[in-house]
């Protein structure tokens, strides 16, 4: 434990000064949700709360990395520092990301005010969602002026991750099928800026029209009454010839402007907080019933058993209860 | 709780008579994840283990809805009966499922034969997964023969749900973008059956073998490895002009003799265990810290002294553990 305490002694400065090997293992850190980690996020949360936290994302194919890499060169250009999440929930088995994407995005960015890093589901359930809004802190607390998030934004895992962001911008494009338009329902709801990418395509009058007339309909509902809430821009985009690109970051800076006035800023960041709580509070208890009975033991007895699995959890949280080790500090 | 009791006692016995309003009452007693649903799955538990669980998942447009449905009426036709979970994570605010082939599939089926339930994401992360397997054991305590769970296969929580059954059907088509190529390369891990649907349009030669060399890299890697090994295989389809299908269903029951024959279906059946139980497991301490310290006071009392959520986080545990009400007898 002394090691670990010197380890941080000697992370936290360099991190916090921003130097790029230190927030890369401080995101490896928060990648692997030790003890390490939940001390470093102590250390370093007091940092937090200057960046820029921009999350993006829409169905597959709707140009999402090339909007982060033009929204990024964009920032870049003023002088601003940004750090990219690429955030893949696709392949909880091999942790693998989209590997195409990131290779292109780490050419084009030699740039040191640049920090790009890919992340993948590791261990449990809830854990990606749990360890990107720490790759977030670290981030932020690095001193980068902004953070974009990029994820496939289709199940609920992947709107945990981007419910960590302050403004959420939500990628389409013109002419998908069916289902992806169902998904497209699914993200409506969170998106605080939609961008019709790919705009010179075929059919985008329709698909924004389409667009125009689902938050017509969220609005009705009431959801999104009084004078000042805020209505989500629809801003189209051909991403790829940097067309529209600014007027997305006009948008995500007006948004932005609006959630301080309003003070959604702050109700906003108490229910991200309330969100952390409880992804940590159940891998807490998980960890504690390993500490305890054993999850693996107790699973093969009611398996042998044939208990049902209600009757296996409660004996294991019954055994949490009689015995859990406290934590190693944290 | 009396009320509760013969609420159940007279629902159990209507349910293990397979009577679908008893059905439909117990899968909402699943989705609500109450009291009364944790002693129901507790009562019919013994009686699970006789269906045969089938997922059907894949990418959005894929035609996974059209292939569930000719699967059905194939059993059916030898007079077996099924149940039919439609699993849509997409709208986790609103609840929402896929409308149109909810509607579709019950315009097809006035079978007393079949039971179609359209199940959305409900309460907090992990919910869905969980409502799932419990709507899973229902349907097949009420003697169903068949259940087949369609999901949109894409992010954590939809491969939990489809980690619930014996055979995992992945369904893709020629022709589909990068981003989806990545989606299909997260499913190929979880797949037992692949099916090519669609496979009369272009590019099913090169799409059957972007798919063998993908299965292939999988073998070389070792973990498809040994002579008792499963290899899965590629079944063309044209599902809506029922092309293939009958070689799907043939494949699937290969693939359970497989199971059965090789040991590895009840060492399935205790992963699921174990998944259903750490799922469970999270939910009751979220629970628990509701009742105790509660979760939403401590956010804000966390969110006002700008604590960071390891450490909100650890006191919620700490307050579970001092005094964690025991659950209502279940």
Redesign the interface.
Known sequence: MAAREAALDALVPRLLAGEPQAVARAISLAEDGGAAQ?EL??RV??KTGRARVVGVTG????GKSTLVDRLARLVRARGETVGILAV???????G?A?L?DRIRMQKLYTDPGVFIRSMA?RG???G??RAT?DAVDVLDAAGFDWVLVET?G???????VVRSVETVVVVTVPGL????Q??K??LM??ADVFVLNKADRDGAERAEKDLRFMLHLAEDDGTGGGAAAWRPPIVRTVASRDEGVPQVLEEVERHRAWLAGSGELERR??AH??L???????E???R??DQTLG??R???R??AA?????????R??TG??AG?PA?EP?
């Not at 169905?59 to 709707?62: M, S």
């Not at 893949?88 to 091999?94: E, G, I, L, N």
């Not at 289709?154 to 945990?160: A, K, S």
């Not at 952390?276 to 159940?282: H, N, S």
């Open positions: 939940r996020i102590g949360y007091g169905p597959p194919g709707a893949d929930p696709t392949s909880p088995y091999t693998g989209l195409g589901t449990t359930m809830g990606l969602a809004h496939v289709v199940g609920q895992d992947e709107v945990d099928g069916d289902d992806i169902a998904l329902a699914g709801e969170i960041r108490q907080l309330r952390r709580v409880e992804a940590i509070l159940k807490r208890v998980l504690a019933a999850v693996e107790e699973v093969e009611g398996f044939r208990l049902d699995p209600y009757r296996v959890a409660e294991l949280f949490v209860l859990a934590e944290a």
